[in-house]
């Protein structure tokens, strides 16, 4: 059955092109160019991906990207001409699965959009994969269930974080730079800067180290990437 993905931008010229691209790629392709008409063809549609411009009339994206998250699991790509480290924080916490700036070569962009809906499907098919789990300080990773546990409570973490964490803890002691760690959670060879990696970093440890900014668990190696350890 071919994906189904939503593009969502208000510039009908590249809303057109996108839409045609995907197309051409195989996926049924949907657009919408205001944030109140995207939420509605979301929810009745219910795309396997979308593609989230975030300057948009009537509602703008973050608002779009925090709506469509609490009803939805569906993969969302943000894309848009802001790259500002506070926006990609802000979209990221939001519940954003990929951060992309204008203007992106439609065969890269492509390759994230193909990337994305198999880490999603994977993700999803893991969940029966498995039954072990991993356990470090007061957590444990529920493999079967792609969950964290704090001595029976469950820990709220997003599928990038989730998939970042258990990367990480299963290489324990090992150092992993942020390209290994880029290619390996998200399914493809970064052309970007490594900054949605630290932003992903800065969430995890503020739910699992009680000292942030001292952390434990993940610790960053200068110039390089992060270690995973137990706490000292």
Known sequence: MK????????????????TYNLTREGYVALGAGDGRSAVDLARRERPDLILLDLMLPEMDGFEVCRTIRQELTVPIMILTARDSELDMVLGLELGADDYVTKPVALRALMARVKALLRRAEM????????????????????????RLLREGQEVSLTLKEYDLLLLLVTHEGQVLSRDVLLEKVWGYDYVGDSRTVDVHVRWLREKIESDPSDPQYIITVRGIGYRFAHAR
Do not use: C, M, W, Y
């Open 3 to 18: 994906k189904k993905v939503l593009v969502i931008e208000d510039e009908q010229n590249l809303r057109e092109t996108l």
């Open 123 to 146: 993700g999803s098919e893991s969940i029966n994969a498995t039954h072990d789990e991993i356990a470090f300080g007061p957590f444990v990773i529920d493999r079967s269930g792609r």
